[in-house]
């Protein structure tokens, strides 16, 4: 693993980053430098690194800052304007394309900016939400990496009681195979706010890349949050995605994500039920190709009684492909009551794919139902034999099989328009 | 024009079940293939369609000339044979309409693409034609079907994809009267001097409403007598039981070798 010291600072644009940031937000990053040279590498030894590869977890001497390229660029804006949400496009950490919000919702208080406008605009809300929260799943040295690094991103403040329309999107490329991005999203939403994000991250050039993201989330109480993100790094992309939602009472919150591409994906998903009813539902479908690793490490945290969590993550495996899932389902003495879930399910399409699955529990409350379960495992020889009967050739009953096996996450998402979207994308990445 | 098999012999691990099966379904022909349970029908079926468990041990067997053992069981199906499966897998997530566009697409020339709006009219003219209700071809396939349902979806499926011959095996097994009706009009309708069928059923049942041109029975591997429709007539009276008694045995066979 190579992550070369202060790596980022040397960066083209380095010296030009902290004249904008706030001083509250430079002892921010000039802290996390301390912590990310403290930590240590993670290592195979330490549990929440187990099965990992950590020879792909490897900077490659990516750096931040690098330029965007005009056909790249031509490439964004035709992807960009191909939509209407309220957006905002990011390229190698720099804000290319914007869309803002309607006039109601900016009427209604919402806020929707890029980070670095939003920490002048909106001070005191950045203030006490930016960096507030720790993932903690075993990357603790990326995020302090990520927060010595991120000025890219996007603030989501809901008020109390409203409900946004339109999705918002927020999406970060990688145009060059020796950039590196570190996106930052945050979302706020007050009492009884709804909203949905649409969150993709994606590279225009066909070969590597450095991204390490964060997404903290703040669920007020009633409030609903549906986020979905799609990921689709290109090959050779070592990419982490951190991600830690908070719930208040009766908040709920559903997020999903596709996964494909990249050469390592890590994401960490850290679901904190912190008021009675609160509940979230936690998806993941993922298409693993080649040698892609795809590392995924989740935790249901019931802290308050009453509360709720669903876990699904399918993967569907092909080539040498490997994937790695941890959950914990942790319950607090006080967290009575608690209903979670959690089920990782696998589909190994090759003799070389590896499929690891490590389902955990820790409940230290008495009146609970929790269940899990894990499922690795190849189509059924005898519905194979059924689609070769009928003149389907091996390749194509597998994808059948794959699409089948994945769709069945997109099923649990209510969006109807969402659902036949992903449902092509994952058919047009399977032909 | 026909499907031909000579003196097939086939076993599952070290178990021998075929013991020389000779029968030629010509184009227009619908044949019915009777037999006590274990007598070696459904493996028949399974041996022709090329399923992975049983080995081929002797014998042949060619569609319109070509041989066919030496295919996958893809190839076979899109030279034109088909299987309705007794018990159809259920296939959660694929919906009948994309499993099917799957199977018409892979018998499109490499390079060509389905046309979906030509697709979707051929399969609403056969739904219609089966009294298919539109929204099943967007149930997953099989997926929590009744027994009579699974046994229309194959019959949809024959519709479909025209085979040149269609295998049923112990289609009838699990239907009521009606769905009974259904799939045999189904079948009745695909009937023509184009296409062959072999039908293979334990009751005679479904003969009352399927007539076919030739009765065979099979007893331990082998098919032990060959006659017309009132062949079948004259097992459901008489039983299985004679037949056993005088061809269960492996070693006596006095049909199996010249080949009926």
């Not at chain 1, 989740?298 to 080539?319: G, I, M, N, R, W």
């Amino acid at each position: 693993m190579d992550l070369p010291k202060r790596v980022i600072t040397e960066a083209p644009n380095g010296s030009a980053k902290p004249a904008v940031l706030p001083a509250w937000w430079k002892e921010i990053q000039d802290a996390a430098w301390i912590d990310y040279e403290r930590l240590p590498m993670p290592s195979r030894k330490d549990e929440r690194w187990r099965f990992s590869d950590l020879s792909k977890v490897a900077l490659n001497g990516c750096t931040a800052g690098v330029p965007v390229a005009a056909p790249a660029l031509a490439d964004l804006q035709g992807y960009f304007s191909s939509g209407e949400a309220p957006s905002l496009l990011f390229a190698n950490d720099a804000l290319l394309f914007s869309r803002g919000l309607s006039p109601e919702a900016r009427e209604k208080g919402v806020v929707f900016a890029p980070l670095l406008e939003a920490a002048t605009k909106e001070a005191d809300l950045l203030q006490s939400h930016l960096f507030q929260e720790r993932v903690g799943l075993g990357a603790e040295k990326l995020e302090s990496l990520h927060r010595a690094c991120a000025t890219a991103g996007a603030a989501l403040y809901v008020p109390a009681g409203v409900e946004l329309a339109e999705p918002v999107d927020l999406s970060f490329w990688m145009t060059e195979a020796h950039a590196a991005t570190f996106p930052h999203i945050l979302v706020i939403l007050q009492e009884n706010a709804r909203a949905r994000v649409h969150l993709r991250f994606s590279s225009t050039n066909p070969r590597g890349g450095f991204a390490c993201s964060v997404q903290e989330l703040f669920v007020g109480p009633g409030a609903s949050l549906d986020l979905l993100t799609h990921r689709n790094w290109a090959e050779g992309v070592c990419s982490f995605d951190l991600a830690s939602i908070r719930l208040s009472r009766d908040a709920s919150a559903t997020t999903f994500q596709l996964n494909q591409g990249g050469s390592y994906t890590r994401t960490e998903s850290r679901s904190r039920l912190l008021g009675p009813g609160a509940r979230s539902v936690m998806l993941s479908a993922t298409l693993a190709r080649g040698r892609q690793e795809f590392d995924q490490r989740s935790f249901q945290e019931h802290v308050a009684p009453d509360t709720k969590s669903d876990l699904l993550y399918k993967s569907a495996l092909y080539d040498a492909s490997r994937t790695i899932f941890a959950g914990m389902i942790d319950v607090d003495p006080a967290a009575q009551r608690t209903d979670a879930y959690q089920s990782n399910r696998n589909l190994i399409l090759s003799h070389d794919a590896e499929a690891n699955s490590l389902p955990g529990l820790e409940i230290l409350a008495n009146d609970v139902r929790c269940t899990h379960g894990s499922t690795v495992g190849q189509v059924d020889p005898e519905e194979l034999f059924y689609c070769l009967q009928r003149g389907i050739p091996l390749a194509a009953a597998q994808r059948l099989f794959v699409l089948g096996f994945l769709t069945d996450v997109f099923a649990r998402l209510e969006d109807g328009k969402i659902k036949s979207a992903l449902t092509e994308e994952l058919e047009a990445s399977l032909r | 024009m026909s499907l031909q098999i000579c003196d097939l012999h086939a076993r599952i691990v070290e178990r021998p079940i075929l013991r020389g099966i000779s029968l030629e379904i010509r184009a227009g022909e619908t044949h019915a293939i009777m037999g006590p349970n274990g007598s070696g029908k459904s493996t028949l079926a399974k041996v022709l369609s090329g399923h992975p468990d049983y080995e081929v041990t002797q014998g042949s067997v060619s569609l319109d000339g070509v041989p066919l053992l030496d295919r996958e069981p893809d190839e076979r199906a899109r030279m034109g044979l088909f299987l309705a499966f007794q018990y159809p897998c259920e296939i959660p997530g694929v919906s009948i309409a994309n499993f099917l566009r799957a199977a018409a697409q892979a018998r499109l020339p490499e390079g060509e693409s389905l046309s979906v709006t030509e697709f979707y009219q051929k399969l609403y003219h056969e739904m219609d034609a089966l009294g298919m209700q539109r929204q099943f071809s967007s149930r997953s396939l099989n997926a929590g079907f009744s027994g009579g349902e699974k046994k229309r979806a194959e019959v949809l499926q024959l519709a479909m994809l025209r085979p040149r011959y269609g295998i049923l095996d112990e289609t009838d097994s699990g239907l009521d009267i009606d769905a009974l009706k259904v799939v045999a009009n189904g079948v009745n309708r695909l009937r023509g001097p184009e296409v062959g069928f072999l039908i293979i059923t334990h009751y005679q049942r479904l003969l009352d409403y399927i007539t076919p041109d030739f009765v065979h029975v099979m007893v331990a591997g082998r098919i032990v007598q060959s006659g017309g429709p009132e062949l079948a007539l004259e097992l459901e009276r008489r039983g299985y039981g004679s037949l056993e008694e005088r061809y269960g045995s492996p070693n006596l066979s006095p049909l199996a070798e010249t080949g009926v």
